[in-house]
T-cell receptor, first 112, second 113 residues
Framework: AQSVSQHNHHVILSEAASLELGCNYSYGGTVNLFWYVQYPGQHLQLLLKYFSGDPLVKGIKGFEAEFIKSKFSFNLRKPSVQWSDTAEYFCAVNAGNNDMRFGAGTRLTVKP | DTGVSQDPRHKITKRGQNVTFRCDPISEHNRLYWYRQTLGQGPEFLTYFQNEAQLEKSRLLSDRFSAERPKGSFSTLEIQRTEQGDSAMYLC???????????FGEGSWLTVV
């Protein structure tokens, strides 16, 4: 069964710093990849997704992620974070079935 | 608001009691999912409906758990004889037919004391 690993449990950055959150998955077949964000007190929201095509996908709020098939990775990036990016970020994998697997999440704290 | 809605948002119950959560999906979505999320973990898949048919169930869904979607619209998740280990957030999500992107509700927090 597919699984998802997020390497960082808690990341603390200052405003304007660059962000990269790691995500690796284990599944040998075709996958759909997602990043969800959960702001404090709010529900999970889709940040971006990859199904096929250009491996560099752009999402909302200046986020992007790169799918590297050879590394089974789908890292999330943002060149300059803002205080409002403070949230929990979840990577998720769907292998074409209806069982979407989530990583344990990375809590991002951005200091103003 | 046309998003996924869940009720109640918070429930505190004594061990051994039964609880029921309701989910109203986005109206055009025929797929409905239940997930469970505990502190420090990502959401874990519990079960999935397409219209009124329950098509998949995770092994996490013990026999104390039952989910229904009788008319293919709203769904209920009932937990019988609650245990402290059931304390978690129960998330509902929905998606379009054939869609791979799912949209989550705000969740229902359960605390079993």
């Amino acid at each position: 069964a597919q699984s998802v690993s997020q390497h960082n449990h808690h990341v603390i950055l200052s405003e304007a710093a660059s962000l990269e959150l790691g995500c690796n998955y284990s599944y040998g077949g075709t996958v759909n990849l997602f990043w969800y964000v959960q702001y404090p007190g709010q529900h999970l929201q889709l940040l971006l997704k990859y199904f096929s095509g250009d491996p560099l996908v752009k999402g909302i709020k200046g986020f992007e992620a790169e799918f590297i098939k050879s590394k089974f990775s789908f890292n999330l990036r943002k060149p300059s974070v803002q205080w409002s990016d403070t949230a929990e970020y979840f990577c998720a994998v769907n292998a074409g079935n209806n069982d979407m697997r989530f990583g344990a999440g990375t809590r991002l704290t951005v200091k103003p | 608001d046309t998003g996924v809605s869940q009720d109640p948002r918070h429930k505190i119950t004594k061990r051994g009691q039964n609880v029921t959560f309701r989910c109203d999906p986005i109206s055009e979505h025929n797929r409905l999912y239940w997930y469970r999320q505990t502190l420090g973990q990502g959401p874990e898949f519990l079960t999935y409906f397409q219209n009124e048919a329950q098509l998949e169930k995770s092994r996490l869904l013990s026999d104390r758990f039952s989910a229904e979607r009788p008319k293919g619209s709203f769904s209920t998740l009932e937990i019988q004889r609650t245990e402290q280990g059931d304390s978690a957030m129960y998330l509902c999500a929905s998606s379009f037919p054939g869609g791979n992107t799912i949209y989550f509700g705000e969740g229902s927090w359960l605390t079993v004391v």
